[in-house]
């Protein structure tokens, strides 16, 4: 029994002769005959008695007829979602971003991405850069979004340690990450970091502020041996100015509240800004500015190597790319594309040799 015969016995049952059921499927009546025929053998069961023209249903053809019609709902519905899966309008899809972007930015372009698609199912989680990297080592997630790895991540070919982090940033030297096959996909984003200060303070003066204008002001900061914090103490060194630093935090969230009540300035990643907005509406009472000297920032996209993404995983990385350039596009950030695993389906933006 196979779905042709099938499909032909439905016709036939639901129709007012063979000549009826051939022109609903667009066969010929000798090849609805023959369907019939093979399915009475195949099952060794008359499932007709015929009467001149006529065929008449045994009691056996209408049990057949319902159980057929479950079969080919069940297999009409198997169609359309993968006709939805190949689309990208359906699917399951397995998310993390770390703590900054997870408040607002990520979660708020995903929500918007999917409004739409009924048939996905997510998971969207919130973990540092240090646990996103692993869960895409470990093949775990479709993609993550977090600071850019130094290099291969533990557990690659080339044996790299451990980024450390809390919101963003990684720590230690660590080999190239071209030095070995890696167990991820890597598109890594640059962008001009912003020094935020409280709205009264006098350095809001400058449109853009010299690194040299910070020359022993209270500063908040992220851990020592952040990446970020390596950065912004070479730009103080190399502009002679020194770094006084009165508050040390794991992520840029908790520096803003220090900033809104004038206890410190920092130098925060540009995502900060644009997260700062939405949940502080015009009542923020941080002014941010770019900085004379910049500083960049290095986000990461991370995807697993060995996991192939679904079309609604890859409709997402790819839109995240996209509206995440655009952000930092929209406050003048300067953002740049360092580093991508492979041609996006979209034009963006990409460094050149000589940067």
């Not at 059921?21 to 053998?41: F, H, N, W, Y």
């Not at 899809?93 to 698609?117: E, Q, R």
């Not at 041996?225 to 992520?251: C, D, N, Y």
């Not at 079309?311 to 580093?339: C, F, N």
């Amino acid at each position: 029994m196979n779905l042709t015969q099938i499909t032909a016995f439905r016709a036939v049952m639901d129709s007012a002769s063979l000549s009826a059921a051939a022109r609903k499927l667009g066969r010929t009546q000798p090849a609805i005959s023959l369907s019939i025929r093979a399915l009475e053998e195949a099952l060794g069961l008359k499932l007709f008695e015929r009467q001149g023209r006529q065929l008449i249903p045994v009691p056996e053809a209408h049990y057949l007829h319902a159980e057929s019609g479950a079969i080919l709902d069940r297999l009409a519905g198997v169609t359309r979602t993968m006709q939805s899966l190949a689309g990208g309008t359906a699917g399951v899809l397995s998310v993390s971003a770390m703590p900054g972007p997870a408040a607002y930015v990520f979660p708020h372009f995903i929500a918007n991405a999917i409004d739409t698609l009924d048939q996905v199912s997510l998971s969207i989680t919130s973990r540092s850069s240090e646990q996103i990297a692993e869960l895409v080592r470990s093949q775990s997630i479709d993609f993550g979004f977090c600071d850019a790895p130094l290099g291969p991540l533990q557990g690659d070919a080339a044996p790299a340690p451990i980024p450390q982090t809390g919101q963003t940033g990684e720590a230690g030297e660590a080999k190239p990450a071209a030095e070995a096959e890696q167990s991820y996909l890597l598109d890594r984003i640059s962008a001009d970091c912003f020094l935020a200060l409280p709205e009264d303070h006098p350095l809001c003066r400058f449109d853009i502020v010299p690194i040299a204008a910070l020359d022993g002001a209270p500063m908040g900061a992220l851990q020592a041996r952040h990446m970020h914090q390596k950065r912004t103490l070479a730009a103080f060194a190399q502009s002679g100015a020194r770094f006084r630093q009165v508050i040390e935090s794991q992520t840029f969230l908790p520096l803003l509240q220090f900033i809104r009540t004038g206890k410190c300035l920092a130098v925060v990643d540009p995502l900060s800004v644009i997260n700062d907005r939405p949940q502080t509406g015009h009542d923020s009472r941080v002014v941010f500015r770019p900085l004379a000297q910049p500083i960049r920032y290095d986000y990461a996209i991370l995807s697993p190597r060995y996991r192939p993404l679904s079309q609604v995983a890859q409709k997402l990385r790819s839109g995240w790319m996209t509206h995440l350039y655009d952000l930092l596009a929209s406050i003048e950030a300067a953002p740049r594309w360092e580093e991508q695993s492979s041609p996006p389906p979209i034009s963006l933006p990409v460094s050149g040799s000589d940067d």
